[in-house]
């Protein structure tokens, strides 16, 4: 089968950590051409650092993707360092998960969670429009979350701007179909990717877990301990239990190794055990 990542431009925001760098990683090892963005831009540095030394093709930039002008630079990095943008994965984002009663604290993690999750999605499929539409052709990948498929308590604004980016892809593949294709990635729980740190109010999770909180609970203890059954950890077992941040990125790339004719438009990827999340 025809490896159709070799040789694609691929920008990647949110590429100095979790997803974003693994993509970035996997990608280059397959001969992609990337630019790696990310509001720290010494983490995409390192993204970067490790791509050129396995011998692979990438560029860092700062960027917030709050910023359309940013994100505008980014895309056209890409555009004059390798001639075009092929793939604009809009990865940035951040879980501050809380309770309406938390709003004293949770409020402005919530503002600048729309600002991210919501707006730079945007911002990043607008600063590549042009471009794609220009080169004849493109393709978005947006990372969205189960969390968007319906409203649970303890994530009003998260779950919200996760349906914003199920909603504004749709749009956009619709209006742009047969020029630019559009995947939509919705990822499970992944607790080692670094997302929770930005939960405000970690007992807001139960709303996503409904009555096997408590089962979750005690895998994630397990799993932290070290003491979680074997079969339970390994991924080639049909009773994997937590997801590797891996096979997310392994998701994504899936989507982009596709000829230009084939889209696939929307991924829910969990591990086969995970029964936890609703």
């Known amino acids: 089968m025809n490896d159709h990542i070799f040789g694609k431009t691929i920008v990647i925001t949110g590429g100095g950590s979790g997803f974003g760098r693994l993509v970035a990683q996997k990608a280059a090892a397959r001969g992609a051409l990337v630019t790696c963005g990310d509001i720290n831009v010494a983490a995409a540095q390192e993204t970067v650092a490790s791509i050129i030394a396995a011998g692979g093709k990438a560029q860092a930039l700062a960027a917030d993707v709050r910023l359309l002008a940013d994100m505008k630079r980014l895309v056209g990095a890409s555009v004059q360092e390798y001639g075009s943008v092929d793939v604009m994965l809009n990865n940035a984002g951040i879980m501050p998960l809380a309770f309406v009663a938390d709003h004293a604290t949770a409020y402005d993690a919530w503002m600048r969670c729309i600002d991210i999750n919501m707006k730079g999605v945007f911002n990043g499929m607008i600063a590549a429009y042009d471009p794609m539409i220009s080169q004849g052709r493109g393709h978005f990948v947006n990372i969205s979350s189960i969390y968007g498929n319906f409203p649970v308590i303890g994530a009003a604004i998260y ?3 996760k349906a914003a980016v199920n909603f504004m892809s749709e749009a956009v593949r ?6 630019i294709k ?12 670094g997302l929770g740190g930005s939960v405000v109010n970690r007992a ?8 096997n909180v408590t089962d979750y609970l005690a895998v994630s203890q397990s799993q932290r301990e070290g003491t979680l059954q074997s079969e339970l950890r390994d991924p ?3 009773s994997h239990v937590p997801l590797e941040p891996e096979y997310i990125a392994d998701a994504a790339l899936q ?8 889209s696939v438009s929307d991924v829910t990827i969990r591990a086969s055990a995970d029964y936890f999340v609703l």
Do not use: F, H, Y
């Not at 559009?182 to 990717?193: F, W």
């Not at 807001?204 to 009555?211: D, E, H, K, R």
């Not at 989507?255 to 084939?262: L, R, T, Y």
């Open 204 to 211: 807001a999770i139960a709303g996503i877990l409904g009555p």
């Open 182 to 193: 559009v995947t939509v990635i919705k990822p499970t729980g992944v607790p080692t990717t």
């Open 236 to 238: 080639d077992s049909i």
């Open 174 to 179: 619709m209006e742009a179909r047969g020029k």
């Open 159 to 161: 779950g919200a701007t």
């Open 255 to 262: 989507a982009i190794n596709q000829p230009w004719g084939v």
